[in-house]
């Protein structure tokens, strides 16, 4: 069975990279191919390389231009991108040349604190100031409107008044921890192999 090439793409800190690689790193059928960052610094990058995962930083320009980006996931034969913590728009070409095959993870319940400028802490001080009693995270399909495609899973966190907008951040990451390489899992699944 030929393995399916996956690149992530990530801007920060990479945590979620790191556990989606370490995930995959024994499986026959799902291999993580590459890393694409728009941030030359982003410790995700370094996560990579460390478990010998190749690279690529581009810039905003190259990132819109079909002409770089498209031979570069040819180039390691990606047949799926997995947005983790990626914070530039996916241009249109891309989205058209991956049909229904990029997906984002959000820490929030979408569609509650989605939209522009709801990234990261962004996202749990809004949580916190409109007084959720719950959080959580997403998984959905990437379209042109961001944070508004399809959803493919929820998982969902209690919160306390008392908790911080650092509390409410530590608990969604740790959904995130959980779940997100099993979704990631099953939606290429159901893709490529037309099984759960």
Known sequence: MK??????FASG???NCENLIRYFHH???INC?????NKSDAYALVRAEQLSVPTAVVTKEQLN???ILIPLL?????CFIVLAGFLPLIPNFLLNAFPRQIINLHPAL??????????GHHVHEAVKAAGETETGMTVHYVTPVCDAGEIIAQYRVTLSPKDTAEDIAEKEHLLEMEHFPHVVEEVLHQIFYNKK
Do not use: R
């Open 3 to 8: 393995p399916i090439n996956i690149a992530i």
């Open 33 to 37: 191919a590459l890393v694409v960052s």
């Open 110 to 119: 979408l569609p509650k604190y989605g939209g522009k400028g709801m990234w």
């Open 27 to 29: 499986s026959d059928g």
């Open 13 to 15: 800190s990479g945590t």
């Open 65 to 67: 231009n079909p002409d």
């Open 74 to 78: 040819n180039k390691y034969n990606i």
